[in-house]
């Protein structure tokens, strides 16, 4: 088959990529030249394991090209993926769509043939139907378009297996559909042959799943970092705890991990625009708890600051402290929203001088917070620290080795933002080890 994605960053060109490698003619399109132009050579402009080999080997094979052209989209294919960005809007909540209305303006009166187009961008409920309204008031006599909406669930540092090996492929389409289904299965084909559940429901439920599947993970972990909380005023352990609650098959351990909390793209503004949305809609009742779970999501970067402070003996004012981490989470150069960016951030302006140090991140800190000390190697950012703070799991910190650690820094101090650490490793090594949910110094 043949199918245009527009809009090529994260997901558009996670998801041009992945549909090339399942055998289809695919054109990525954006306005950005430089992008375009960097895709086109085989480059991606951020990391993502495996996608570059993906990119590149369907590239050689002649299935994948990149274009700003619209005109070209318009006549490449029937099928038009719409990926482009659905940022927070400056000082609120809600969703910012110039860049989705944007794509039907420019597509729709280009058409000459019928065709869909469907969404994979995050979307607030009931956007679908307002982009086929649009759509039809602006398609040249003749030619009908479908909107359909097909949401995206990759997670960064998974995207490559999220797209060709997804959980499930859910499908929204229009009440007088008669395109959609048939095309995206046939476009889906090998996934579903490998048995990938695939529902089909209306616009609004599609929209829907994808909010809500991001509002239940956001709750799950603020849920295990409150009862943290408790653990810390108790003196119980929130690693053990999650084990057990973990077992429970209803419950389940993933995404029970207490540490910094959640950031990134996604959780966050979703979760906020959501609440914000459903305000709109008059549900604003249903959704109040996600106040609550953002609340208790950014509260767990103060105690961070507080527990980094009392490490350091009450006070961070001239501290020297090495901070393992600026992503988000491992396996990604991501630091939008990140707790382990912010809460460098929180030392520094406590007066302590920060060395961070990440495998991936470090180029994208470095623009966020300009004024933090960099280092180019984990046992770097620890010479003479006075506490070393891991702030993203990623397996280099987790495999540090105690003993050489303890060659460079001040004082043999440890702070385990993720629960990640071996602590028994550490301490049998003479180290004084804090974690946040469990006292273990
Ligand atoms: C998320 C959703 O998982 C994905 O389905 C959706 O398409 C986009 O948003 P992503 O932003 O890549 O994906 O991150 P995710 O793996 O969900 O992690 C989000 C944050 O939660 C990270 O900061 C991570 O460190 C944190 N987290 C995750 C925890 O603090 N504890 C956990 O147990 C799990």
Same mark, same amino acid.
């Given at each position: 088959?043949? *199918?245009?994605?527009?809009?090529?960053?994260?997901?558009?060109?996670? %998801?041009?990529?992945?549909?090339?490698?399942?055998?289809?003619?695919?054109?990525?399109?954006?306005?950005?030249?430089?992008?375009?132009?960097?895709?086109?050579?085989?480059?991606?402009?951020?990391?993502?394991?495996?996608?570059?080999?993906?990119?590149?080997?369907?590239?050689?094979?002649?299935?994948?090209?990149?274009?700003?052209?619209?005109?070209?989209?318009?006549?490449?294919?029937?099928? %038009?993926? !719409?990926?482009?960005?659905?940022?927070?809007?400056?000082?609120?909540?809600?969703?910012?769509?110039? %860049?989705?209305?944007?794509?039907?303006?420019?597509?729709?009166?280009?058409?000459?043939?019928?065709?869909?187009?469907?969404?994979?961008?995050?979307?607030?409920?009931?956007?679908?139907?307002?982009?086929?309204?649009?759509?039809?008031?602006?398609?040249?006599?003749?030619?009908?378009?479908?909107?359909?909406?097909?949401?995206?669930?990759?997670?960064?540092? %998974?995207?490559?297996?999220?797209?060709?090996?997804?959980?499930?492929?859910?499908?929204?389409?229009?009440?007088?559909?008669?395109?959609?289904?048939?095309?995206?299965?046939?476009?889906?084909?090998?996934?579903?042959?490998?048995?990938?559940?695939?529902?089909?429901?209306?616009?609004?439920?599609?929209?829907?799943?994808?909010?809500?599947?991001?509002?239940?993970?956001?709750?799950?972990?603020?849920?295990?970092?409150?009862?943290?909380?408790? *653990?810390?005023?108790?003196?119980?352990?929130?690693?053990?705890?999650?084990?057990?609650?973990?077992?429970?098959?209803?419950?389940?351990?993933?995404?029970?991990?207490?540490?910094?909390?959640?950031?990134?793209?996604?959780?966050?503004?979703?979760?906020?625009?959501?609440?914000?949305?459903?305000?709109?809609?008059?549900?604003?009742?249903?959704?109040?708890?996600?106040?609550?779970?953002?609340?208790?999501?950014?509260?767990?970067?103060?105690?961070?600051?507080?527990?980094?402070?009392?490490? *350091?003996?009450?006070?961070?004012?001239?501290?020297?402290?090495?901070?393992?981490?600026?992503?988000?989470?491992?396996?990604?150069?991501?630091?939008?929203?990140?707790?382990? !960016?912010?809460?460098?951030?929180?030392?520094?302006?406590?007066?302590?001088?920060?060395?961070?140090?990440?495998?991936?991140?470090?180029?994208?800190?470095?623009?966020?917070?300009?004024?933090?000390?960099?280092?180019?190697?984990? !046992?770097?950012? *620890?010479?003479?620290?006075?506490?070393?703070?891991?702030?993203?799991?990623?397996?280099?910190?987790?495999?540090?080795?105690?003993?050489?650690?303890?060659?460079?820094?001040?004082?043999?101090?440890?702070?385990?933002?993720?629960?990640?650490?071996?602590?028994?490793?550490?301490?049998?090594?003479?180290?004084?080890?804090?974690?946040?949910?469990?006292?273990?110094?």
């Amino acid at each position: 088959m043949r *199918c245009t994605v527009i809009g090529t960053g994260y997901l558009g060109a996670t %998801h041009a990529a992945g549909m090339a490698e399942l055998g289809h003619d695919v054109l990525g399109v954006d306005v950005d030249p430089g992008k375009i132009a960097k895709l086109a050579a085989g480059e991606i402009p951020f990391y993502e394991p495996g996608l570059r080999k993906m990119l590149r080997d369907n590239l050689d094979a002649g299935r994948l090209q990149f274009t700003t052209d619209y005109d070209e989209a318009a006549a490449f294919a029937d099928l %038009h993926f !719409l990926a482009v960005g659905t940022p927070q809007k400056k000082g609120e909540y809600a969703a910012d769509l110039r %860049h989705v209305y944007a794509v039907i303006d420019e597509l729709v009166p280009r058409l000459t043939r019928s065709a869909v187009i469907a969404g994979k961008s995050t979307v607030p409920v009931g956007t679908a139907a307002e982009l086929a309204q649009r759509a039809t008031s602006v398609a040249p006599a003749g030619v009908d378009v479908e909107i359909a909406w097909n949401p995206e669930f990759l997670r960064e540092g %998974h995207a490559v297996t999220d797209t060709l090996r997804p959980d499930r492929i859910v499908l929204g389409v229009q009440g007088d559909s008669a395109r959609a289904e048939a095309m995206l299965r046939e476009l889906y084909a090998p996934l579903l042959e490998n048995g990938v559940p695939f529902l089909v429901s209306d616009l609004q439920t599609a929209e829907l799943v994808k909010v809500s599947a991001n509002a239940f993970l956001a709750t799950k972990i603020s849920f295990i970092n409150a009862m943290a909380e408790v *653990c810390e005023a108790s003196g119980a352990d929130v690693t053990v705890l999650a084990d057990a609650l973990g077992y429970d098959a209803r419950i389940g351990r993933r995404f029970l991990n207490a540490g910094l909390g959640f950031g990134g793209g996604c959780l966050p503004k979703d979760i906020r625009a959501f609440m914000a949305r459903a305000g709109e809609l008059g549900a604003n009742q249903a959704l109040t708890f996600l106040r609550e779970v953002d609340s208790i999501n950014m509260r767990r970067r103060t105690r961070m600051v507080e527990l980094i402070t009392s490490a *350091c003996g009450g006070s961070l004012l001239g501290a020297n402290i090495a901070v393992l981490g600026a992503a988000f989470k491992p396996e990604s150069d991501d630091v939008r929203d990140s707790p382990a !960016l912010n809460v460098a951030g929180l030392l520094q302006l406590n007066g302590a001088a920060v060395n961070v140090y990440d495998p991936k991140a470090l180029d994208n800190a470095r623009m966020v917070f300009p004024t933090l000390n960099y280092a180019t190697s984990a !046992l770097e950012a *620890c010479d003479r620290a006075d506490a070393v703070v891991v702030l993203t799991e990623w397996p280099e910190f987790v495999d540090l080795a105690p003993a050489v650690l303890a060659e460079t820094v001040r004082a043999k101090v440890i702070v385990d933002g993720r629960n990640c650490l071996d602590i028994d490793r550490w301490r049998g090594a003479g180290w004084q080890v804090h974690c946040l949910g469990r006292r273990v110094a």
